[in-house]
C-alpha cells in the first residue's frame, strides 16, 4: 500500500490524500492522465499508463478524438482503463507553461475533471501533479493551485459522490513541495514525514 503523507478531511466526509507512489498501480476507481489535447500517450505519465493498461487506452483514445475532436483543459476524455487496477482513465489536458492563461487553465482542467468523476458516480480518484512535467508548470506555483481547486470543488459540490481524492506522487522533490503547499493550505490536516527516496517522477503533461 502506497504511503499517505498527509491527509485532509473535506465537506461530507470526503477526504483528500497526498500519497506516494505510481499513479498507475493506484487502485481507485479512476485516474486522471496527464494528456495531451491529440490524445497521443507516448511519453511520460501518459505513456506509462498507456504501456500497463495495454493498446485498448490509444485505440478508444484515438475513437474518443475521431468523434468529438481535440481534448481540451475544460473537455477532458474519458476511456476504460485496460489492464489497469482502476476502472476508468480521465484525460486532462493541462495547460503549457507559457501559451497564457495557465493557472486558470490548471484550475479548470482539475475541477473538470472532478465534475467528470462524479457525474459517473464513482467514488475514488487519483489525480497527478497535471502540467508539472513536460509542459513546463512550476511545481511551486502549480501545487496550490491544485489544491485550491481541489477544496473548491468540494465546497460547491457538498453532495457529490466522490469520497476520496489522492494525489499521487512519485519523486521527492515534487512530494515535498507538494506537502508544504498541503500544510498551509490545510494547516489542520494531518501530515507524516515521507519514506526514503523515491526513483525519479515520470515526466507529466
Not at 129 to 142: E, Q
Not at 161 to 181: M, S
Amino acid at each position: 500500500m502506497s504511503p499517505v503523507l498527509a491527509q485532509h478531511r473535506l465537506a461530507k466526509g470526503a477526504v483528500l490524500a497526498l500519497v506516494q507512489g505510481d499513479l498507475t498501480e493506484a487502485r481507485l476507481d479512476a485516474i486522471v492522465n496527464a494528456a495531451n489535447g491529440q490524445l497521443q500517450h507516448g511519453g511520460g505519465l501518459a505513456g506509462a499508463i498507456s504501456r500497463r493498461g495495454g493498446p485498448s487506452i490509444q485505440q478508444e483514445s484515438d475513437a474518443w478524438v475521431q468523434q468529438n475532436g481535440l481534448a481540451r483543459y475544460d473537455r477532458p476524455a474519458v476511456t476504460g482503463a485496460g489492464r489497469l487496477p482502476c476502472r476508468y482513465v480521465i484525460h486532462a489536458v493541462g495547460p503549457v507553461w507559457g501559451e497564457g492563461d495557465e493557472d486558470h487553465k490548471l484550475s479548470l482542467a482539475i475541477s473538470i475533471s472532478l465534475e467528470t468523476a462524479a457525474s459517473m458516480e464513482l467514488t475514488s480518484l487519483g489525480l497527478p501533479a497535471i502540467s508539472t512535467g513536460i509542459f513546463g508548470f512550476p511545481k511551486a506555483r502549480a501545487a496550490p493551485i491544485i489544491l485550491e481547486a481541489i477544496a473548491a470543488f468540494f465546497a460547491a459540490h457538498p453532495a457529490a459522490g466522490l469520497k476520496r481524492v489522492e494525489l499521487v506522487l512519485l519523486d521527492q522533490p515534487t512530494l515535498q513541495i507538494f506537502q508544504e503547499a498541503f500544510a498551509q493550505r490545510f494547516p489542520d490536516s494531518t501530515l507524516t514525514p515521507p519514506p526514503s527516496p523515491a526513483p525519479r517522477e515520470r515526466g507529466q503533461g
